[in-house]
């Protein structure tokens, strides 16, 4: 069988015979793989006038339950996908990271829809008054590039490594050309067609090409983002592409690293932090047969305890059943083919030159259901090196493998500098119960790790393991480990948007942007805004109160219920050397009496109810006497998606209502009209029947 390609809207072969694929475990031909033909130029040219048009024009929020009906439906084809999965040498277990949380990341990033406006674009952090008087102001907005995503994705998650930049770079706006490692590809290219099947993207965002990326670097523009995973030599050399220096095409590399797992000097074997240890390095050691960019290569253990510990992690590894993973015996399955496994065992060559092997063997491994001779399989292998300092293969050569070494420290200071001969990681963790001693390694450490995970008792079973990245959280790091960041949630979206600073008046950048900006000019709203539905309301609809007189039995009474007898609330308070002239207002009292000034009628309206409220700021004393009036403004209209009830029991009152979150600003302003206070109330609005 041959592997086919999709590329401008079309499955085709490439030509010649291609490169054979193998099954990992029992060494068989699965497929064969080739690219030769393709016209790269024109694929990546089709996906900028054909993909990036149709997502620009979608909205966040279309994109993201895009994304949703994706992920949905992948699920309904979890058998096929496990079913050749396991060639790859991967056990349900392994699978299940790669597929389902592959399938994760698509439910997760089309979750950060309600982030953002439903707009193409959006306004990217604060906004600056620059004008003395309120008539020039900026900002800064993102919106999506022109050009193509190029993924270059690693063999060990076929599925995983491509929806989780998939992901991002469609809720962005922008369309890819993901180009799998070859080795695994035919994994990539099952669940590529069953995205093409669905007809949920639209033609263009998304091509595949299994097999050499040929010349396809040669192609890219300014407005084309290049992500690469794989190993650092060859992430170097695609970096290095004059085309992508010269255009200044943005690059972002995820590197294999050598992450390093630490046990704090608290820990003793009679702690429970001893056995998470233990079992957090087996199970590094041996999911996906230890090939993982996130793998722990280093162990760092006091001096006193390395004995113990390493016995500790030998008798653990001892319990793992090595074999075919499709049977259910099987803990761990093979490498993803023979040349990984070559790989592997001349990288622990050079590692030998200055540690030896204390557990495993590098010619022999008992295996379940298999041919050890024909799979890819291989033991886990624990290294000792005693003498870290002074040793540099260990801090510089990665088998990419189940393999790890064991070393000693003597101070935390000492596991801290060990940590950074790495040159770079994506991850760390620190097992520990001493917070001081957590803190001590984390602050320090930080420098020369994209991640760091602090395990103890308290989280171990909830915790996601140092080997597992959160589509929240950035994954990446620095040096070695690339220099570059994934996925994060609202930061790995804008990686695919352009951010521009835009200047101008505030009324003329609310029209823009379409979220009021203050000091903007006010619409008219014809009615009151609370009896407007939430498509009735428009940027900009606003209402000036009457006023209402503050007086000192007002701020009195507020006291007395609200049981806030604060010194500067009580008028028969000396108030020399406070910042206050005399009694003052409780800010939250003016707050409330903003509420009563802007809600105007008890009949039922289209507000169903007040949501919260953001950016509370009290900026001016309010004495008895002066004169309090509000302005009151629609700032922004945000979508709030249906719950999804699954049991009739779940079901909530107001569950079968559609409606969306509105922002107001309140301006609380004072008789010399000044402003006393600032804040954005939410309203959940509903929608017109």
């Known amino acids: 069988m041959k592997l086919e390609n999709y590329v401008a809207g079309k499955w085709i072969t490439g030509d010649g015979d291609g490169q054979l694929l193998y099954n990992a475990v029992t060494g068989e031909p699965v497929a064969a793989a080739s690219t030769k033909g393709l016209d790269f130029k ?8 054909v993909g990036n048009p149709a997502l620009r024009k979608m ?20 058998d096929t996908f496990y079913r050749i999965s396991y060639q ?45 008087n309120n008539t020039f102001m ?31 770079n469609l809720l962005a706006g922008m369309p890819a050309v993901v180009k799998p490692a070859t080795v695994t590809s035919y994994l990539t290219e099952a669940v590529v067609k069953e995205i093409i099947n669905s007809k949920i993207l639209p033609e263009g965002a998304l091509q595949l090409v299994c097999g050499s990326a040929g010349d396809i670097l040669d192609h890219v523009i300014s407005q084309d983002v290049v992500t690469f995973t794989g190993s650092a030599s060859t992430g170097l050399m695609l970096k290095s592409n004059p085309h992508i220096l010269r255009e200044n095409v943005p690059f972002n590399m995820e590197a294999d690293s050598l992450n390093c797992i630490v046990l704090g000097e608290d820990v003793t074997p009679d702690k429970p932090e001893w056995d998470i240890f233990v079992k957090e390095v087996r199970k590094e050691m041996t999911l996906k047969a230890g090939q993982r960019c996130t793998g722990i290569r280093r162990i760092f253990v006091p001096e006193n305890k390395i004995e113990d510990l390493w016995r500790a992690i030998s008798a653990s590894l001892s319990q793992t059943t090595i074999g075919n993973p499709l049977n259910e015996k099987v803990r761990m399955g093979s490498l993803a083919g023979q040349t990984q496994r070559n790989e592997v065992k001349d990288q622990v060559q050079k590692l030998l030159a200055s540690s030896q092997i204390i557990y495993g063997s590098l010619d022999s491994v008992n295996v379940v259901d ?31 493998g189940p393999v790890s070494t064991i070393m000693p420290y003597k101070t935390t200071e000492e596991a801290v500098a060990l940590s950074k001969l790495g040159k770079g990681s994506l991850c760390s963790t620190i097992v520990t119960a001493d917070y001081k001693t957590a803190q001590h390694y984390v602050i320090g450490a930080a420098t020369h790790h994209g991640r760091i995970l602090v395990l103890n008792s308290e ?48 009324t003329a950048i609310t029209a823009i ?28 609809d606003q209402i000036v109160t009457e006023k209402r007189t503050i007086t000192s039995e007002d701020i009195d009474r507020f006291a007395d219920i609200s049981g806030d007898h604060f010194y500067a609330h009580i008028k028969t308070t000396d108030f020399s050397g406070t910042m206050f002239e005399q009694q003052v207002a409780h800010g939250y009292f003016i ?92 309203t959940m609005v509903q929608h017109k029947p």
């Not at 597992?468 to 979206?493: N, Q």
């Open 88 to 132: 790859t040498g991967a056990t349900k277990a392994d699978s299940w990271v790669d597929i389902e949380g592959g399938i994760g990341n698509l439910f997760a990033n089309a979750s950060l829809r309600r982030k953002f406006p439903n707009e193409r674009f959006c306004v990217d952090g604060d906004s600056h008054n620059l004008g003395k």
């Open 138 to 168: 900026g900002t800064h907005i993102l919106v999506p590039k022109e050009g193509v995503a190029v993924h270059i994705n690693a063999f060990n998650f076929p599925v995983w490594g491509m929806l989780e930049k998939i992901a991002v």
């Open 513 to 540: 942007t379409q979220v009021y900006q203050q000091y903007a000019a006010g619409k008219e709203p014809g009615k009151h805004p609370f009896k407007k539905y939430f498509e009735e309301l428009q940027i900009g």
């Open 370 to 400: 298999a041919d050890p001779g024909k799979g890819a399989f291989m033991s886990p292998l624990l290294l000792m090196n005693d003498k870290p300092f002074q040793s540099k293969e260990v801090h510089e050569v990665e088998a990419f």
């Open 59 to 78: 909205t966040f929020h279309e994109r993201g339950n895009m994304l949703k009906a994706l992920a949905l439906h992948l699920r309904n084809h979890l």
């Open 459 to 506: 989280c171990a079973k909830e915790s996601t393991g140092h080997g597992s990245p959160l589509p929240l959280l950035v994954h990446g790091g620095p040096g070695r480990a690339g220099g570059g960041e994934e996925m994060g949630g609202l930061r790995g979206v804008k990686h695919y948007l352009q951010r521009t600073a835009l200047q101008g008046s505030p």
């Open 591 to 682: 707050m409330s009496l903003a509420a009563g000034l802007f809600v105007d009628s008890y009949e039922k309206n289209p507000v169903l109810l007040n949501y919260g409220i953001d950016e509370l700021r009290f900026t001016k004393p309010v004495y008895p006497g002066a004169e309090i009036h509000i302005r009151f403004t629609c700032k922004e209209k945000l979508l709030n998606d249906k719950r999804v009830i699954e049991k009739p029991e779940d079901f909530k009152r107001g569950d079968d209502i559609d409606k969306g979150i509105v922002k107001w600003l309140v301006e609380m302003i004072d008789d010399t009209n000044e402003i006393t206070g600032v804040a954005t109330i939410l």
């Open 42 to 49: 024109q694929l990546l040219e089709y996906g900028r006038t």
